[in-house]
């Protein structure tokens, strides 16, 4: 069985993981931040922490938060938890990505961030955006906040550009799912001074410091994780997903209730820190398997009229290879029985969701389509489909 994603894990992680050490978190924070473009790095438990903290480290309270309708719910969690309004824009046509009439539409007087969400990997145009937000500051008088949501798109460029060095902050989720990984974790990274100070004063009062009992949890989670993996052994946890036994050890969310996972508001342990610089060290080699495997399917699907592909990007990064298709159900099951399993990220248009329902103003009809049709293929690194 070919897993729709699979962490690039050696015995490195699992020998970085056994060995003692201190002050590794500063040391990943560092080198993250300066491998993405950012002179600042702070990290907390979820990549979700890392955007309440940036709200919360703002003084933002009771103000609107523009953000995609079609992206993965703990974006829109964040802004909630942290007291605030999310106001929805829809995809541009063509693009999984906002639209930026969209972006310009939303904005109002009581607008003091926007989240860019490159999604999938795929790029927006960051110069693009700082024109819209500069005219809106402008004209309400108004600072708003720019964070790019990195968390699917590490190294996504535009313009030979870094989009995580554009806006206020960025903001990376560090569990397995994602292009690299320090087994769970989240990160902020920022060129201003001003706000990395104020991250590092929220961090210090309002997180709680890890006992010894959450580095015990991460090293077995990362032992199974290894095992599940194996690609005999996967059939079998494929199996056991299906079966609905993993329970929320793969649902991330409840279409009822917005929540925060336990463990948010504590600090990440340096056995994740370890973890996450040998991913790190590997991130090059990562992206280039990455970007080859997506060239790949890019050729091999071209002229298969079933699959429609996304449009080629020399600035993305895919952390996942994704298409549309009539038939969702049949395809997932066509590709099953080839012992290939695609993946259906974000199956949800958010203001849909019950829990989201009073924060809807009018339709995101690009964002339902989407919910509804995207599937995406294996693309990480050493997939071979054959």
């Known amino acids: 069985m070919i897993p729709r994603l699979k962490p690039y894990f050696s015995l490195r992680e699992l020998f970085a993981a056994l060995s003692p050490s201190s002050g590794k978190i500063v040391q990943f924070e560092n080198e993250f931040s300066t491998k993405f473009g950012c002179e600042h790095g702070v990290m907390f438990s979820f990549g979700r922490t890392a955007l309440y903290a940036l709200l919360k480290a703002w003084g933002l309270e009771k103000d609107e938060v523009i953000c995609p309708a079609y992206t993965c719910v703990v974006v829109q969690h964040a802004i909630v938890i942290s007291g605030n309004t999310p106001v929805f824009v829809d995809c541009e046509e063509g693009s999984f990505n906002m639209s930026y009439d969209g972006i310009t539409d939303a904005i109002t007087d009581k607008t003091r961030a926007i989240v860019v969400t490159h999604l999938f990997g795929y790029p927006m145009d960051v110069h693009k955006i700082q024109s819209i937000v500069s005219d809106a500051e402008e004209k309400y008088g108004n ?56 991250l590092i004063e929220f961090r210090e009062k309002e997180i709680k410091p890890a006992g010894a009992i959450k580095t015990v949890h991460r090293l077995i989670y990362l032992v199974s994780v290894m095992v599940a993996f194996n690609q005999v052994v996967y059939s079998f946890t494929n199996w056991m997903e299906r079966m609905g036994l993993l329970g929320k050890l793969v649902k991330y969310f409840d279409e009822s209730t917005i929540e925060f996972p336990n463990g948010w508001n504590e600090m990440p342990v340096e056995l994740e820190a370890r973890v996450g610089l040998v991913q790190l060290s590997k991130y090059d080699k990562i992206i280039e398997m990455r970007k080859g495997n997506a060239e790949n399917h890019l050729a091999r699907f071209l002229n298969f009229s079933e699959f429609h592909l996304p449009k080629a990007d020399k600035g993305a990064t895919y952390s996942h290879f994704v298409v549309t298709v009539e038939n969702r159900e049949e395809w997932v099951q066509t590709y099953m029985k080839k012992g290939i399993e695609l993946g259906i990220l974000i199956e949800y248009s958010v203001p849909e969701m019950p829990s989201y329902q009073p924060y809807k103003r009018g339709s995101y009809p690009i964002s339902e389509y989407y919910s509804e049709h995207c599937i995406n293929i294996p693309v990480w690194p050493g997939v071979n489909l054959r």
């Open 143 to 198: 600072k708003i906040y720019v964070i790019q949501d990195a968390a699917h798109s590490y190294g996504a460029k535009w313009d030979d550009e870094l989009v995580t060095g554009f806006g206020d902050a960025a903001i990376f989720g560090l569990n397995i799912s994602k292009i690299m990984n320090s087994i769970f974790g989240g990160m902020a990274t920022t060129n201003s001074e001003d706000t990395y100070n104020k």
